[in-house]
């Protein structure tokens, strides 16, 4: 018994070892291709937002599979560029045999992809949800670099920090109070891309009031009780109907009409950090001067 | 298991008078609805709120009240009025104590007919389409049931048929709500399956209480038929019922008032098991009697739930379903425990 057990083991260990060196060798060509300077030529990502930085920053041809979320123009700010790249639904089997030599994607999506694609040895670099400009920034400069276009993301920030710095001083004095409501009644609070936005479009975000950190639920009945000036809807009210975008068409919203603002800020301008922020800041600043004009007094 | 041979009679001085017992029913639904409107999101001043709706002020207090908690309330009252009275009814037409809207499939492909309608535009183009989807789903349920286990029935081909017809229902509904062209459709399944009032809005309201009052008209219309037919189906003929009628009037009933609630609540289940099952003993065992007071005995209890997921300190709030469902389970586990000796 002993004997077979010590006997069965060592082919165990064997095995292994053969295994071992077996992945060696087909791991190390990847090795050599991620230590080579040479500009990534099959590039797929996994996310809204990294298909929007990938399709700016990117040479189409160099690009394998964008996600398919992002040709559509209401989702996404370059559905143009997304329509002549093959797009993919987030599925390890649709980009292994792509053999992409830079995957990339989000954080919190397509998890079980690219837990695939990091098995088989596909380079995979994740990125996360900006929570500030500058976040955005750094985010535009880590993408330019995995794709080798530094210069392009220079630009892209040159130029963003040109619309920025174009725009007026933000009035300190009368801020607007405002809502964001994304659909299924999320709201955005503190320590959010969206929260630094409306700091600097002039408004007041009551959700960071309210100690909503990040992504939270807000029933309509705060919402409605806390008055405020400008209620924010994340989404068109005219997509195609799901519970979820029911409940920025309650007719509590219409009825507020008279003494709140309703703007739609779609979500392709603020929720992704892309260029994109500096026109969704833009817009708010317009909403926050309007609101002002009309009420001088406040 | 029939009603007309109760195993455990009552003593009769336990049954209160009918009238009473109306009465004291409509006046605890009274009082779920006033505390109904009254728990909230935001502390409001109903005195003030219910002044300012009177005269005409659209001051923010009178749009939570007119525009969230009324609604929030009606549908609350009418959706679980729809469910007691549909339990009742079906119960009473299949006699067997088991057959309630949620188990048997009705409320689930109610759901599937509400949610092909929903979101596929329909409803946006015409908003009655959203309660006759439900309706329709319903109807088509209780005829295949019905055409399954016919009345009288053992206890065990009703279920299975319940079984059978749920589990597609809710597959169909999944599919459906994969194939639907809005990113967010996936994820909304649990208020399908579950229900909810969160966020309802008035003119939902006005677009199902006419054809959940449609639907509780035929079904009381039928009381006294199923009072006669607890003596027996030929004895019922020979009273004069027509029977035929009867099954009809009821699945009709059952499908107007189960279809439209869950078109816009979802599917909430256990209301039709254990309403009829607490008050039958009190109306002595008459199918007839029981229809109006389940309906009466749904509205409170739904109006219950749907106070407790507020109470509640659980946010995102719970689902109605839930509160329901551990409400009532235990009810479901004994009359399965009592029914485990029926051939």
């Given at each position: 018994m002993a004997n077979s057990d010590?006997?069965?083991?060592?082919?165990?260990?064997?095995?292994?070892?053969?295994?071992?060196?077996?992945?060696?060798?087909?791991?190390?060509?990847?090795?050599?291709?991620?230590?080579?300077?040479?500009?990534p030529q099959r590039i797929v990502s996994l996310n809204l937002c990294s298909?929007?930085?990938?399709?700016?920053?990117?040479d189409p041809h160099n690009i394998a599979s964008v996600t398919w979320l992002s040709r559509d123009p209401k989702n996404s700010n370059v559905a143009e560029l997304a329509a002549r790249?093959?797009?993919?639904?987030?599925?390890?089997?649709?980009?292994?045999?792509?053999?992409?030599d830079l995957v990339i994607a989000?954080?919190?999506?397509?998890?079980?992809?690219?837990?695939?694609?990091?098995?088989?040895?596909?380079?995979?670099?994740?990125?996360?949800?900006?929570?500030?400009?500058?976040?955005?920034?750094?985010q535009i400069r880590e993408v330019a670099v995995l794709v080798r276009e530094r210069d392009k993301g220079e630009a892209i920030i040159a130029q963003m920090d040109a619309g920025l710095a174009s725009l007026p001083p933000a009035s300190r004095s009368a801020r607007p109070r405002a809502i964001v409501l994304n659909p299924n009644g999320v709201t955005v609070g503190k320590g959010t891309l969206v929260d630094e936005i409306m700091r600097r479009a002039g408004i007041a975000n009551v959700a960071a009031e309210l100690a909503i950190d990040n992504y939270g639920q807000i029933p309509l009945e705060t919402v409605v009780a806390n008055a405020v000036d400008v209620l924010i809807l994340s989404a068109s009210r005219d997509g195609p109907p799901a519970l979820a975008t029911e409940i920025l068409r309650h007719p509590v919203l219409t009825a507020l009409a008279d003494r709140t603002r309703l703007v739609v800020l779609p979500g392709r301008l603020w929720n992704c950090g892309g260029p994109a922020v500096v026109e969704a800041i833009e817009r708010l600043r317009r909403v926050a001067d309007e609101v002002r004009g009309e009420a001088p007094a406040r | 298991m029939t009603q007309a041979a109760p195993v455990e009679t009552p003593r009769p001085w336990l049954i209160p008078p009918y009238g009473l017992l109306v009465v004291g029913l409509s006046v605890l639904v009274v009082v779920l609805l006033g505390t109904s409107l009254a728990i909230g999101y935001v502390s409001l001043d109903l005195t003030q709120a219910i002044r300012d709706v009177l005269s005409g002020q659209s001051t923010l207090a009178a749009l939570v009240l007119i525009e969230l908690r009324v609604p929030r309330a009606l549908?609350?009252?009418?959706?679980?009025?729809?469910?007691?009275?549909?339990?009742?009814?079906?119960?009473?037409?299949?006699?067997?104590?088991?057959?309630?809207?949620?188990?048997?499939?009705?409320?689930?492909?109610?759901?599937?007919?509400?949610?092909?309608?929903?979101?596929?535009?329909?409803?946006?183009?015409?908003?009655l389409a959203l309660p006759l989807?439900?309706?329709?789903?319903?109807a088509a349920a209780t005829f295949l049931l019905y055409a399954l286990s016919g009345r009288g029935a053992g206890t065990m081909t009703l279920i299975l048929a319940g079984v059978a017809i749920n589990s597609f229902a809710g597959a169909l509904t999944s599919l459906a709500l994969n194939l639907s062209p809005n990113p967010y459709a996936v994820t909304e399944i649990v208020f399908w399956l579950l229900g909810s009032l969160a966020d309802r809005s008035l003119p939902y309201v006005w677009l199902v209480l006419p054809l959940m009052a449609l639907g509780w008209a035929l079904l009381i219309g039928s009381g006294p038929a199923l009072d006669g037919l607890t003596l027996g189906e030929d004895t019922a003929k020979s009273l004069g019922f027509d029977l035929g009628r009867l099954r009809f009037q009821l699945i009709a009933g059952a499908a107007l008032a189960v279809g439209s609630a869950v078109a816009v609540t979802g599917a909430i289940g256990f209301v039709g098991l254990v309403v009829p099952h607490l008050l039958r003993p009190l109306v002595a065992h008459r199918p007839g009697r029981l229809l109006f007071v389940s309906g009466l005995g749904g509205a409170a209890l739904t109006l219950a739930a749907d106070i407790a997921v507020r109470a509640l300190p659980i946010r995102p709030e719970l689902k109605l379903g839930v509160v329901t469902a551990i409400i009532g389970a235990p009810f479901l586990f004994s009359l399965i425990y009592r029914l485990r000796e029926e051939p």
């Open positions: 010590w006997r069965s083991s060592r082919t165990v260990r064997c095995r292994r070892l053969i295994l071992a060196a077996a992945a060696l060798l087909l791991a190390a060509p990847h090795v050599r291709a991620a230590d080579a300077p040479a500009k298909d929007e930085l990938v399709l700016r920053l990117a790249i093959p797009v993919n639904h987030g599925l390890a089997e649709e980009i292994i045999p792509l053999k992409p989000g954080v919190y999506t397509a998890r079980t992809a690219v837990a695939m694609l990091k098995r088989v040895g596909i380079p995979v670099a994740e990125i996360g949800v900006p929570m500030s400009l500058d976040d955005v920034r750094r | 549908l609350g009252g009418f959706v679980g009025f729809s469910l007691g009275i549909s339990g009742a009814a079906l119960q009473g037409l299949m006699r067997n104590p088991l057959a309630e809207p949620g188990i048997i499939g009705i409320s689930g492909a109610a759901a599937f007919g509400a949610v092909s309608v929903f979101y596929f535009g329909l409803a946006g183009a015409l908003l989807g439900g309706i329709a789903g319903a």
